[in-house]
Structures are given as structure tokens and as C-alpha cells.
């Protein structure tokens, strides 16, 4: 996030592009729904399901999956073709201006609508309208932006349409991701990434490579990125790569294309799962190491604001579970690695050694204020939103991004659109939510979103079992009628073993950053016959 959650209350308007913010975010979901509701600001919803702030809105998009990038253009077409950009902002601190222009030149509203399945071109107008004339607008987005094989260049268009408003590097404004756990930034801060290390400082660089070998005193450190998860099972399964470590992930539930990804388990020689909970991933295990929850260890998280927040062991671990970088510092021991932390405070004082962004932050200092990085030394306060007054490039970039479909559309042999989220009750893989009796009682199966025409045109009802396959594969899971989804389209919740949604999703993936497209795929349904 560029800017802070303290600053919702800042802003005048809000655009919620590809994120079901009270559902998957619901303190900040329920910060904007405030907002709306009782301060009178105005909210602008794009989602291809009719998440919960839809009805707050005053422009909801109901989008086709995957065509963000153009209703994103269509906003920014009617913004430049009617003069309403920030003309001062565009000009003293952006570049690339012009050629981003030109490409936006054929994204009209009626363009855009045809593409993205809207009825109602004009309000793509009005809606660019509002933006212009509200100060600041914050922009939140999550895995709905994401993971789609466009979804770095989607990314870029929700800065490019930001520049545009002149709503960076101010309060309340922004380009802010909603981070899907609570250390999700810490741990690519950490360097939990295949081309950097900690602070993002590349690995192919000749001057990182020497600064870390002389922090960790070792020789040959390599400058040749790694591999991303899904490029590591392919490795896996070519024979490439004969051992995986797997620390607190549950790729047989959380990676598309689930066939493949057991296929590239069962393909290596050694996997060691360290986790808190025997998942569906351990059973492919050969050793599991036990590891501690949250509330059993101390150490630091660093929260989609960028907040270093320090956490207080409250009760003592079950078992024989151990701390994730005991464990860690054991294994490596006996590799020969020569580690002596003590306690977790010895690991981030390295941190601040070698992480420039974390070098003025103390355990102290993140225990008793607000402190969000970066904050390079001590007497520094910390960064509440970035690019106050230039970018870290100098110049904040426009590019061009024109739409592109998805990997695969619906076809005649599988006519319809699948998308994936979570909902409320449960967080990603349910390997802790699903262990809550109360939470279980909630929602204790998978179920599949289906518009009330296609039920109709499939002569399904609610609650009915019925068949979803894709080319990946078929489950069998209740059927839910509701008008929160499209026709032609069905949403799954991916946090049910029973009804897994990712045996259905497609394992192509953005050619930048290598994540996959979760979000859209085609499939068909079917009745289940008795």
C-alpha cells in the first residue's frame, strides 16, 4: 500500500476494483462501508460478483472476469478526452504521458461496456466524472487484480489511473493492495521472493551479491534468480528438482491445477512440510515438522500498510512444536551452517542490518507506536504514505497497457466462466478456520455460485449436487442460486478439500511475475444423475 488504513477516513471517494473488502479485508471493509454510510462519501465498486459494498455503491460495475484493465482504460479515456486529469501533476511529475494517451484513444465507454459486459456505457462516464471532481480517492484492489496472466499490467493501470487524478503521494489517496494474510508483505520484504533479496535488492546484481556474502559471511552466493512455486513442481516432475521444504503453505489446496500439483509431490525424493497442522499437503510428506502458532511465538509482522508490528508470545506452545526459525537454524546446523540466534530479537537486528527500508525500526519502537517502513534510522518517523513529493524513480511512469483476454475462454464444449475468492467464515485454505467448531457451523461445505438464468437453463435448483469440470478436472458440489453472480458465470470458494475449486482452475500464469490465473477459466455444468 502506498497509503495508510488511518486514512480512510481522509478520503472523499473510493474505487474497490477486484477486492471483496468486507469479506476478505473486513476491518478495512468495514472502515469504507462507514465512510459511505454515515459520512455521506461516495464509493465506486467494479466486481464481477455483487460483493457486499456493491450496495453501497454508487456505481457498481458488474465486469466480466479478467477485463479490469478495460473498464480501468475506459475510466481514464473519458478523464483525458474531457480535460479532467490532473493536468499539473501529469506534467511535473509523471513521464510517458503521450503514448499511454494513444492507446487509450479506442477504449470508449461503448468499447469498454462491449468488452466488460456492462449495459450501461454512460455510467463509465459518470463515474470517471466523480473520480475528477472528489479529492483525495483511494484505490483498493486485491487478488481480483492480480492473479490473472494480465495481472501485472493490471496492477499498472490502477497506477496509471491514480498519476492520472494527481492522488499518489498525498493522505488519502493511493494505490493500495490488500495483502491476503497478515505477513504477507513482511515476508516479501524478508526476501521470500525468487529474484530478491530482502528490501527487493535484485539477486542478479554483482553489488547485492557481495554486500550479502560479507552479511552472512559466505562465499558464491548465486545471481541467478530462483523459481517460483508453480515453475518448482514442473521442475519436480521433469526431475529437475529432487527435494522441496514447504513452511507453512498448502499448495494441494491452494495451487490451480491440483492434479499437477500431486503429481509433482509424488514425483520428488524428500518433502519436508513444516506447518501447524497435518494439511492436505503433509500426507504427501515424508517428515513434518511441527511448528508453533501465532500466540506461541514472538516476532515481528509487517501488515499490508506496511507496519512493523511486534508480536508478544500469550500461550505456551502444544507439544513438540518449535519455532519456525529454531527449526530452521537447527536444519541448517547440521548442514553446516554456523547460526547462533538466541531469540527472534537477534534475527531482526540482522534485519535492520541488511534491510535499508527496516534500518530505524527497534522491537521497542514497533511495540509502542505506528511505524511502517520505509524508515531508514532511528530519529526517523516512518512513512505514513509514499512519494510525498517525488517518486523513487524521480518520475512516476505511465505505460501503456492495452486489455488481453484470459489464457482460455468459454467455448462451445465449455460454455461458461469460472472465478474463485474466499468468503467470511473461512480464510484460505481452511487449515485453521476449518478447525473452528463455530466457523465450521457457518459454512461446512464448498458450494457453487450460479445465476438464477443458467439454473433455470440447466433446470438446477438450489441446493442441488451438480457436476463442474474444466479440462483440469471435475467436483461435485451444492448448488447455490443467487443474482450476486452473472449469468454465464459461477464463482467457487476454494476453501473446501470435499469440492475443491482448484481442480478446476488452470495453471497459466502472468509472464512477469509468474502468477496464476486464479480467477478465470471455462467450464461446464452439469446435473449429477441419480
Given at each position: 500500500?502506498?497509503?495508510?488504513?488511518?486514512?480512510?477516513?481522509?478520503?472523499?471517494?473510493?474505487?474497490?476494483?477486484?477486492?471483496?473488502?468486507?469479506?476478505?479485508?473486513?476491518?478495512?471493509?468495514?472502515?469504507?462501508?462507514?465512510?459511505?454510510?454515515?459520512?455521506?462519501?461516495?464509493?465506486?465498486?467494479?466486481?464481477?460478483?455483487?460483493?457486499?459494498?456493491a450496495r453501497y455503491a454508487d456505481y457498481y460495475f458488474q465486469i466480466r472476469p479478467g477485463t479490469n484493465i478495460a473498464i480501468l482504460n475506459g475510466f481514464m479515456h473519458v478523464l483525458i478526452k474531457e480535460g479532467l486529469y490532473n493536468k499539473e501533476f501529469v506534467q511535473t511529475r509523471c513521464e510517458g504521458f503521450d503514448?499511454?494517451?494513444?492507446?487509450?484513444?479506442?477504449?470508449?465507454?461503448?468499447?469498454?461496456?462491449?468488452?466488460?459486459?456492462?449495459?450501461?456505457?454512460?455510467?463509465?462516464?459518470?463515474?470517471?466524472?466523480?473520480?475528477?471532481?472528489?479529492?483525495?480517492?483511494?484505490?483498493?484492489?486485491?487478488?481480483?487484480?492480480?492473479?490473472?496472466?494480465?495481472?501485472?499490467?493490471?496492477?499498472?493501470?490502477?497506477?496509471?489511473?491514480?498519476?492520472?487524478?494527481?492522488?499518489?503521494?498525498?493522505?488519502?489517496?493511493?494505490?493500495?493492495?490488500?495483502?491476503?494474510?497478515?505477513?504477507?508483505?513482511?515476508?516479501?520484504?524478508?526476501?521470500?521472493?525468487?529474484?530478491?533479496?530482502?528490501?527487493?535488492?535484485?539477486?542478479?546484481?554483482?553489488?547485492?551479491?557481495?554486500?550479502?556474502?560479507?552479511?552472512?559471511?559466505?562465499?558464491?552466493?548465486?545471481?541467478?534468480?530462483?523459481?517460483?512455486?508453480?515453475?518448482?513442481?514442473?521442475?519436480?516432475?521433469?526431475?529437475?528438482?529432487?527435494?522441496?521444504?514447504?513452511?507453512?503453505?498448502?499448495?494441494?489446496?491452494?495451487?490451480?491445477?491440483?492434479?499437477?500439483?500431486?503429481?509433482?509431490?509424488?514425483?520428488?525424493?524428500?518433502?519436508?512440510?513444516?506447518?501447524?497442522?497435518?494439511?492436505?499437503?503433509?500426507?504427501?510428506?515424508?517428515?513434518?515438522?511441527?511448528?508453533?502458532?501465532?500466540?506461541?511465538?514472538?516476532?515481528?509482522?509487517?501488515?499490508?500498510e506496511r507496519r512493523v508490528q511486534l508480536m508478544h508470545k500469550v500461550l505456551p506452545p502444544v507439544g513438540d512444536a518449535k519455532d519456525d526459525w529454531w527449526i530452521v537454524q537447527e536444519v541448517a546446523k547440521r548442514m553446516g551452517a554456523q547460526w547462533d540466534y538466541k531469540k527472534p530479537e537477534d534475527i531482526f537486528e540482522?534485519?535492520?542490518?541488511?534491510?535499508?527500508?527496516?534500518?530505524?525500526?527497534?522491537?521497542?519502537?514497533?511495540?509502542?507506536?505506528?511505524?511502517?517502513?520505509?524508515?531508514?534510522?532511528?530519529?526517523?518517523?516512518?512513512?505514513?504514505?509514499?512519494?510525498?513529493?517525488?517518486?523513487?524513480?524521480?518520475?512516476?511512469?505511465?505505460?501503456?497497457?492495452?486489455?488481453?483476454?484470459?489464457?482460455?475462454?468459454?467455448?462451445?464444449?465449455?460454455?461458461?466462466?469460472?472465478?474463485?475468492?474466499?468468503?467470511?467464515?473461512?480464510?484460505?485454505?481452511?487449515?485453521?478456520?476449518?478447525?473452528?467448531?463455530?466457523?465450521?457451523?457457518?459454512?461446512?461445505?464448498?458450494?457453487?455460485?450460479?445465476?438464477?438464468?443458467?439454473?433455470?437453463?440447466?433446470?438446477?435448483?438450489?441446493?442441488?449436487?451438480?457436476?463442474?469440470?474444466?479440462?483440469?478436472?471435475?467436483?461435485?458440489?451444492?448448488?447455490?442460486?443467487?443474482?450476486?453472480?452473472?449469468?454465464?458465470?459461477?464463482?467457487?470458494?476454494?476453501?473446501?478439500?470435499?469440492?475443491?475449486?482448484?481442480?478446476?482452475?488452470?495453471?497459466?500464469?502472468?509472464?512477469?511475475?509468474?502468477?496464476?490465473?486464479?480467477?478465470?477459466?471455462?467450464?461446464?455444468?452439469?446435473?449429477?444423475?441419480?
Open positions: 500500500m502506498t497509503n495508510s488504513i488511518r486514512e480512510i477516513p481522509i478520503s472523499e471517494c473510493y474505487l474497490v476494483i477486484g477486492s471483496n473488502t468486507t469479506e476478505n479485508h473486513p476491518v478495512i471493509g468495514s472502515m469504507i462501508k462507514n465512510e459511505v454510510i454515515n459520512r455521506g462519501k461516495k464509493l465506486i465498486v467494479v466486481d464481477p460478483r455483487e460483493i457486499e459494498l503514448e499511454m494517451a494513444r492507446v487509450l484513444e479506442k477504449y470508449t465507454p461503448e468499447f469498454v461496456a462491449d468488452i466488460c459486459g456492462i449495459d450501461n456505457p454512460e455510467d463509465i462516464v459518470a463515474a470517471a466524472r466523480l473520480m475528477a471532481r472528489l479529492k483525495p480517492m483511494a484505490l483498493y484492489y486485491s487478488m481480483g487484480i492480480t492473479q490473472f496472466i494480465s495481472g501485472v499490467n493490471g496492477v499498472k493501470s490502477t497506477a496509471n489511473l491514480q498519476m492520472l487524478l494527481g492522488n499518489v503521494g498525498i493522505a488519502g489517496g493511493g494505490v493500495n493492495p490488500l495483502r491476503g494474510q497478515n505477513n504477507v508483505q513482511g515476508s516479501c520484504d524478508m526476501g521470500a521472493l525468487p529474484v530478491s533479496y530482502p528490501a527487493y535488492q535484485p539477486v542478479a546484481s554483482e553489488d547485492n551479491k557481495k554486500k550479502f556474502e560479507t552479511a552472512w559471511c559466505v562465499p558464491n552466493l548465486s545471481l541467478k534468480p530462483g523459481l517460483t512455486i508453480l515453475e518448482m513442481f514442473n521442475h519436480a516432475i521433469a526431475g529437475n528438482i529432487k527435494a522441496i521444504y514447504a513452511m507453512g503453505e498448502n499448495p494441494v489446496m491452494s495451487d490451480p491445477n491440483q492434479r499437477h500439483v500431486i503429481e509433482a509431490l509424488e514425483s520428488l525424493e524428500f518433502f519436508v512440510i513444516q506447518d501447524i497442522f497435518l494439511t492436505e499437503t503433509g500426507q504427501y510428506a515424508h517428515v513434518v515438522l511441527p511448528a508453533r502458532s501465532f500466540l506461541e511465538k514472538e516476532g515481528t509482522v509487517t501488515n499490508t540482522e534485519i535492520r542490518k541488511v534491510t535499508p527500508s527496516y534500518g530505524g525500526i527497534t522491537y521497542e519502537r514497533a511495540d509502542n507506536s505506528i511505524i511502517q517502513w520505509p524508515c531508514p534510522s532511528e530519529d526517523h518517523p516512518g512513512t505514513q504514505f509514499l512519494h510525498k513529493d517525488k517518486f523513487t524513480r524521480g518520475l512516476g511512469l505511465f505505460t501503456p497497457v492495452e486489455y488481453t483476454p484470459p489464457a482460455e475462454e468459454a467455448d462451445f464444449e465449455y460454455p461458461m466462466v469460472l472465478t474463485t475468492g474466499r468468503i467470511l467464515d473461512h480464510f484460505h485454505t481452511g487449515t485453521m478456520t476449518r478447525k473452528s467448531k463455530v466457523l465450521e457451523e457457518n459454512v461446512y461445505e464448498g458450494f457453487v455460485e450460479i445465476n438464477p438464468n443458467d439454473a433455470q437453463n440447466y433446470n438446477i435448483v438450489n441446493g442441488e449436487v451438480i457436476s463442474v469440470s474444466t479440462r483440469r478436472g471435475s467436483i461435485r458440489i451444492k448448488a447455490k442460486v443467487t443474482e450476486k453472480i452473472k449469468p454465464n458465470t459461477v464463482f467457487i470458494p476454494f476453501h473446501f478439500f470435499e469440492a475443491c475449486a482448484n481442480v478446476l482452475t488452470i495453471d497459466a500464469v502472468d509472464p512477469t511475475c509468474k502468477i496464476p490465473e486464479y480467477k478465470v477459466c471455462a467450464c461446464r455444468i452439469e446435473k449429477v444423475q441419480s
